[in-house]
């Protein structure tokens, strides 16, 4: 794919959404990082019925702590995984408190150090709480990456890499939103929605359905 292709496409994807974001409920950086640690394996949506109630007794990472393992796991354990990510998310947040002055850090390093946290995760807390141009690949955007052609990679690193290549610069900070939202709700993983696809004519996909 060419660079004017993509181009085209995320103009489209701006015109059509300028502002995307997260459907992680969420009102500060600590709640978006605990919201992300449960995503994994599981719904939105799933998530933020979980965490409405959650963050009314405990917002921060301290609150968090006092609540306890236990305590947390209540609140949590209609999410799938949820024993390994309650421990994870008391151990974060025991860290947030003793290394960081209770406050998610900006820093790459610093957030792939905490339990529960990986590249991918940085990646949204990076992009979402902070503005910074990063691109978090998931399912979604790994599918939409190689079917479309915009980004094709076997791995998930090959894919990000090759999106912070060739997004053109004024997309990078929204494109991780775009291409999610575009996944899950018109390039879906079995019956991609093609015919309804605001960019199908640029889409290198071979076997596009009718419907």
Same mark, same amino acid.
């Given at each position: 794919?060419?660079?004017?292709?993509?181009?085209?496409?995320?103009?489209?994807?701006?015109?059509?959404?300028?502002?995307?974001?997260?459907?992680?409920?969420?009102?500060?950086?600590?709640?978006?990082?605990?919201?992300?640690?449960?995503?994994?394996?599981?719904?939105?949506?799933?998530?933020?019925?979980?965490?409405?109630?959650?963050?009314?007794?405990?917002?921060?990472?301290?609150?968090?702590?006092?609540?306890?393992?236990?305590?947390?796991?209540?609140?949590?354990?209609?999410?799938?995984?949820?024993?390994?990510?309650?421990?994870?998310?008391?151990?974060?947040?025991?860290?947030?408190?003793?290394?960081?002055?209770?406050?998610?850090?900006?820093? &790459?390093?610093? +957030? *792939?150090?905490? =339990?529960?946290?990986? #590249?991918?995760? !940085?990646?949204?807390? $990076?992009?979402?709480?902070?503005?910074?141009?990063?691109?978090?690949?998931?399912?979604?955007?790994?599918?939409?990456?190689?079917?479309?052609?915009?980004?094709?990679?076997?791995?998930?690193?090959?894919?990000? &890499?090759?999106? +912070? *290549?060739?997004? =053109?610069?004024?997309? #990078?900070?929204? !494109?991780?939103?775009? $291409?999610?939202?575009?996944?899950?709700?018109?390039?879906?993983?079995?019956?991609?929605?093609?015919?309804?696809?605001?960019?199908?004519?640029?889409?290198?996909?071979?076997?596009?359905?009718?419907?």
């Amino acid at each position: 794919m060419n660079q004017h292709t993509r181009q085209e496409i995320f103009a489209r994807f701006q015109a059509a959404n300028p502002q995307p974001t997260t459907e992680l409920s969420h009102a500060t950086p600590f709640e978006l990082l605990i919201a992300v640690i449960l995503s994994a394996q599981a719904t939105d949506k799933s998530v933020n019925q979980a965490t409405a109630k959650l963050f009314a007794v405990a917002d921060t990472p301290q609150a968090m702590l006092e609540l306890g393992e236990q305590g947390l796991r209540e609140y949590i354990k209609t999410i799938g995984l949820y024993n390994s990510k309650a421990a994870n998310i008391i151990k974060t947040c025991a860290l947030l408190v003793e290394r960081h002055h209770g406050q998610v850090p900006r820093d &790459r390093e610093a +957030l *792939e150090a905490l =339990p529960g946290v990986g #590249r991918k995760t !940085a990646n949204v807390i $990076l992009n979402t709480a902070f503005g910074e141009p990063t691109i978090a690949v998931d399912t979604h955007i790994f599918r939409v990456a190689n079917r479309t052609g915009l980004a094709p990679g076997k791995t998930v690193l090959a894919v990000e &890499r090759k999106l +912070l *290549e060739g997004v =053109p610069e004024p997309y #990078r900070h929204h !494109a991780h939103h775009w $291409l999610v939202l575009h996944g899950r709700y018109v390039c879906t993983a079995r019956k991609p929605r093609c015919a309804g696809c605001l960019i199908r004519d640029l889409c290198e996909f071979p076997d596009k359905s009718e419907s």
